[in-house]
């Protein structure tokens, strides 16, 4: 049996916590901005983007909301993935194999991918064709697309496959040197809905074995600007 101090002693300390919960004040926490007004405000800070006149300033900026927690990263990573600059090299950060493998992991950042830029490091070793080829049936949004810096060589199955490039408009090529003319022509030849084509410093004829002369049928190409930067002698080639 219990003496009758200690059973005074527990019905204290019961009474006391119970007061302790009715009339102790919680902090009260922060209230949580509703998730719409900050899809908003990122939407403001990417405005720039969705313009011909954005700058690296806009990306970074992005890049800043979507580390800021994990709320803001879907709405951050939908503009990020909308102008995406690549390399095109097997090993190193933003290759264009890296790209595809997250294309493939998050299918529904397929048709966010508006404008891509690919250049190549300072090898002869043709790789710019791997950015038609792997961004065609991953990128089935994709209107503008530049290749630069580089050399560029069509494999056979290459029209077929660049023809899934069905939203293409704009083509930007600079500094990139084709195994032979005929690869210019399938390259554009696969692009039903280009209207837009910029050539600048562009070469043919890169060493190595003939390769055998192949017949196009005719394409429906209809372009509205097209612009070639070239010496003469390139020109009357």
Avoid at 66 to 90: E, K, Q
Wanted: glycine fraction near 4%; include cysteine; proline fraction near 7%.
């Amino acid at each position: 049996p219990t003496s009758p101090i200690s059973q005074l002693r527990r019905r204290s300390s019961v009474l006391l916590k119970t007061l302790q919960r009715r009339f102790t004040r919680k902090p009260r926490s922060r209230p949580a901005i509703p998730i719409e007004i900050c899809e908003q405000i990122i939407d403001f800070a990417a405005y720039d983007i969705y313009t011909p006149q954005w700058t690296w300033v806009t990306l970074r900026t992005l890049q800043a909301c979507g580390l800021t927690c994990r709320a803001w990263l879907p709405r951050s990573r939908v503009h990020l993935f909308r102008v995406v600059s690549l390399r095109c090299a097997i090993t190193g950060p933003k290759t264009v194999g890296m790209f595809s493998k997250i294309l493939q992991d998050n299918l529904f950042l397929h048709p966010v991918v508006h404008d891509v830029t690919a250049g190549q490091p300072r090898d002869k070793i043709p790789r710019l064709q791997l950015v038609s080829l792997q961004l065609a049936a991953l990128a089935p949004r994709l209107e503008r697309l530049c290749l630069r810096d580089g050399s560029f060589y069509a494999p056979p199955a290459f029209r077929v496959m660049v023809r899934q490039h069905r939203s293409l408009a704009s083509l930007f090529i600079k500094n990139v040197s084709f195994y032979s003319v005929g690869d210019i022509v399938q390259l554009l030849s696969s692009l039903t809905q280009l209207k837009h084509f910029r050539m600048s410093n562009v070469s043919w004829g890169v060493a190595g074995p003939p390769r055998p002369v192949r017949t196009f049928r005719k394409t429906h190409v209809r372009l509205s600007s097209l612009y070639v930067e070239a010496d003469g002698d390139w020109i009357a080639d």
